[in-house]
């Protein structure tokens, strides 16, 4: 054979085992996901409303969780608004469980948080998580149980809304039950209907004082050790989330490590939504409830946006605590640039903790796709 035809042989050759090396690399490479925390998660998402909980008064519970078998997954409980429902929060928590997280919520009956109080519905955390583990145990149920083998009881954290804020960030001052983190949307502490020593100051508790709401006064930002993200309503003061108690004053509670954003326009209730227009009708709780928190007026940022910005918080925090990796700081950069996008609608990144991440700064990363881009670059020199 002649050398002329030797070599366009070789390098057909080469360039058929370069091509078989892309198709490998690709194959083997993880799967890109999600690389933005606004967007949903490569899970499908699963419910589960079990009826033998240990919660009194027939509360119920809802569990949201990713489908599939693939192991196990961080463990979050996220607290209602005063007399909220658990439904109101759909978007925020199907968002949150898409990237990976067991969420659980359950429903008080009305006028329960009042009369009662949140020192004695702290109580029913611990009694609630230990029938979560059996309902999780893998050699304590059937091959089909929703929970069986799904929950990381290592890595656990809170969330909540109003009222909810201040009962997640109760437990998580709280060692008993080990939480990393805490995650608090529009959170309210004292307020003029929640006084006296069945109500205690959740930013009392973030600073180490056991205060009761008729004697707490807000401490400085910085006096907690606890870190937590926060997003807070611009639209303030009056019973639904007072001066002195609300988003700010925890942030100025909590340690400087906090993340903190304010939507200016966004009213106390913009974080939560029915999800059927029938329940918002005029006589609705949750109309009554809008209403009463100025939540009503025009604004440049519609509810549907404050809640996706919400639940993407949610998301950055909790990857950022649960599940920190290089891939997870480049996806925080991202995260940085798209706030930086929103200050035209008025949301403000007040505290920005993640040191040397800044909006650019890590761009472009992309450690997902590293095995392929390589078989690729060398596929090009051959």
């Given at each position: 054979m002649e050398k002329s035809n030797i070599i366009p042989l070789l390098r057909n050759h080469q360039q058929s085992a370069a091509f078989l090396l892309l198709c490998a690399a690709l194959m083997t490479a993880p799967a890109v996901f999600a690389?933005?925390?606004?967007?949903?998660?490569?899970?499908?998402?699963g419910f589960y409303k079990p009826w033998n909980t240990p919660l009194?008064?027939?509360?119920?519970v809802?569990?949201?969780?990713?489908?599939?078998?693939?192991?196990?997954?961080?463990?979050?409980?996220?607290?209602?608004?005063?007399?909220?429902?658990?439904s109101w929060y759909k978007d925020i928590v199907d968002h949150v469980a898409s990237w990976g997280y067991v969420i659980v919520q359950y429903t008080t009956g009305f006028f329960y948080?009042?009369?009662?109080?949140?020192?004695?519905?702290?109580?029913?955390?611990?009694?609630?998580?230990?029938?979560?583990e059996k309902e999780a145990s893998v050699n304590g149920n059937v091959w089909w149980h929703k929970l069986a083998g799904k929950i990381d009881f290592s890595r656990k954290a809170v969330?909540?809304?109003?009222?909810?804020g201040k009962l997640a960030s109760l437990h998580y001052a709280n060692s008993t039950n080990n939480f990393t983190t805490a995650v608090l949307f529009d959170p309210v502490d004292c307020s003029l209907v929640a006084q006296g020593d069945k109500h205690p100051s959740a930013i009392a508790a973030l600073a180490g004082v056991n205060a009761a709401c008729d004697v707490i006064h807000p401490a400085p930002h910085g006096t907690s050790t606890l870190s937590a993200a926060i997003i807070g309503a611009g639209?303030?003061?009056?019973?639904?989330?007072?001066?002195e108690n609300n988003a700010h004053a925890f942030f100025r509670t909590l340690s400087t490590e906090s993340l903190y954003i304010k939507v200016k326009e966004a009213g106390h209730m913009t974080f939560a939504q029915p999800p059927k227009p029938a329940s918002q009708t005029s006589c609705s709780p949750y109309t009554i409830y809008n209403r009463m928190c100025g939540s009503c007026r025009c604004s440049k940022i519609t509810s549907q946006e404050v809640i996706s910005e919400a639940r993407t918080m949610a998301v950055a925090w909790l990857e950022s605590k649960l599940r920190p990796s290089q891939d997870t700081t480049a996806h925080l950069a991202r995260y940085k640039e798209h706030l930086m996008t929103l200050r035209v609608k008025g949301v403000e990144t007040v505290h920005w903790p993640f040191k040397g991440v800044s909006a650019g700064s890590l761009l472009g990363t992309d450690v997902e796709v590293s095995a392929g881009a390589a078989a690729a670059n060398r596929m090009e020199e051959l």
């Open positions: 690389q933005d925390f606004w967007k949903p998660g490569k899970y499908s998402v009194p008064h027939s509360w119920k809802d569990v949201t969780y990713p489908k599939g078998n693939s192991g196990s997954f961080p463990l979050i409980f996220m607290f209602n608004g005063m007399e909220c429902q658990a948080p009042l009369g009662e109080g949140e020192r004695e519905e702290v109580e029913y955390l611990t009694p609630l998580l230990r029938w979560l969330m909540g809304h109003s009222r909810g639209i303030t003061g009056g019973v639904c989330n007072p001066l």
